[in-house]
Nanobody, 117 residues
Framework: QVQLVESGGGLVQPGGSQRLSCTAS????????MGWYRQAPGKQRELVAS???????NYADSAKGRFTISRDSAKNTVYLQMNSLKPEDTAVYYC???????????WGPGTLVTVSS
């Protein structure tokens, strides 16, 4: 029943920065993990970064050193600060929220990030 709303996608030049936001609402369960996934054209969906309620963050190797995930647990909001963007970062970015049970797993509709000059 949880709904996710994403924002921040768009066109950015290589080397530039972009900040994505995702807010969960209507949740009947406690969200324990929020994260960002992405799917590039012709590629499989992959984890970019995730963060737990306790603040533990996990990053894909491609994101380490460039991306930073943060969370406002009280508002069930997660952010993804993306720096030094590369053309290969171009993808649809999906917000994800999970609870304790496996059935508590929600996805946002996705937001397109295009890195191009």
């Amino acid at each position: 029943q949880v709904q996710l709303v994403e924002s921040g996608g768009g066109l950015v030049q290589p080397g530039g920065s972009q900040r994505l936001s995702c807010t969960a609402s209507g949740s009947i369960y406690t969200i324990t993990v929020m994260g960002w996934y992405r799917q590039a054209p012709g590629k499989q969906r992959e984890l970019v970064a995730s963060i737990t309620s306790g603040g533990s963050a996990n990053y894909a190797d491609s994101a380490k050193g460039r991306f930073t995930i943060s969370r406002d647990s009280a508002k069930n909001t997660v952010y993804l600060q993306m720096n030094s963007l590369k053309p290969e970062d171009t993808a649809v970015y999906y917000c994800n929220a999970r609870g304790i049970l496996s059935i508590h797993n929600a996805w946002g509709p996705g937001t397109l990030v295009t890195v191009s000059s």
